[in-house]
C-alpha cells in the first residue's frame, strides 16, 4: 500500500510567480541573444538564423508581456516603507523594482 500522506504545498501568490517568470525569461532571452549572436559568428544556414532570430524575439516578446502585467503592481518597500513600482527593463536586460524618490538600497517587497 502507498503511504498517502499529504504534505503542504508552498503558497506562490501571483506577485512571486510573476517575478520569478520575469527573472527566467530574461535569462532565456540572453540566452537566445546569444544563440543568435553565435550563428552570426559561425555564417550559419539563412534558415538556421531566420529560426533563432524568431526564437529570441518571441523570448523577448513572452518576457515584455510578463513585465507589463508586474508594472500594474504598486506596493510598498518593507525597510523603508516608500512607494515602489516595477520598471521594465530594456530588450534582455533584468527589470528591477525603483521606489519614488529613490532611495539608497534595493526596495524590499513582499515576494
Given amino acids: 500500500m502507498l503511504d498517502a500522506r ?3 504545498m ?6 512571486t510567480v510573476l517575478m520569478r517568470s520575469a527573472r527566467e ?3 532565456l532571452c540572453r540566452d537566445g541573444a546569444a544563440l543568435v549572436a553565435e550563428a552570426r559568428e ?17 523570448l523577448q516578446r513572452t518576457k515584455h508581456a510578463a513585465e507589463d502585467v508586474l508594472v500594474a503592481f504598486v506596493l510598498d518597500c518593507s ?3 516608500r512607494r515602489v513600482h516595477w520598471v521594465r527593463g ?4 533584468l527589470s528591477h ?5 529613490a532611495n539608497n ?3 524590499l517587497v513582499g515576494s
Fill in 6 to 8: 499529504l504534505r503542504p
Fill in 10 to 15: 508552498p503558497r506562490h501568490d501571483e506577485l
Fill in 25 to 27: 525569461l530574461a535569462k
Fill in 42 to 58: 559561425h555564417h550559419a544556414d539563412p534558415a538556421v538564423m531566420a529560426a533563432a532570430r524568431k526564437m529570441a524575439s518571441d
Fill in 79 to 81: 525597510r523603508c516603507g
Fill in 90 to 93: 530594456e530588450g534582455c536586460n
Fill in 97 to 101: 523594482w525603483h521606489a519614488e524618490p
Fill in 105 to 107: 538600497h534595493a526596495p
